[in-house]
């Protein structure tokens, strides 16, 4: 079975940090670019960040340029997300999904999806 796992989320407080990872079972991540995407609670599924399937090409949300940073990890089948001074606005359920052979992320054009992990920042 395809799928992909989002772990690491959960309640830190303001200015604090956590790291997300998207783990893969049933396929190798090589040829996909992962995006990370988050939806709050009220508003519409967003793009936080993107990386492309070789790791050479990262964007990022200008929300959360300077804060965040996307890695991955292809020997573990394991895309990360850094999250350092987090802010109350960034609560929200986090998501990673990905696009075969591409190099780029969009809500509306991933072929997987995790079901998502949840962070809260609150003090």
């Known amino acids: 079975q395809l799928q992909l796992v989002e772990s690491g989320g959960g309640l830190v407080q303001p200015g604090g940090s956590l790291r997300l990872s998207c783990t893969a079972s049933?396929?190798?991540?090589?040829?996909?670019?992962i995006g990370w995407f988050r939806q709050a609670p009220g508003k519409e599924r967003e793009g936080v960040s993107c990386?492309?399937?070789?790791?050479?090409?990262?964007n990022y949300a200008d929300s959360v340029k300077g804060r965040f940073t996307i890695s991955r990890d292809n020997a573990k089948n394991t895309v990360y997300l850094q999250m350092n001074s987090l802010k109350p606005e960034d609560t929200a359920i986090y998501y990673c999904a990905a696009r075969y052979g591409s190099s780029w992320c969009s809500v509306g054009g991933m072929h997987y999806w995790g079901k998502g992990a949840l962070v809260t920042v609150s003090s």
């Open positions: 990386i492309s399937s070789s790791g050479g090409s990262t």
């Open positions: 049933g396929f190798t991540l090589d040829y996909y670019a």
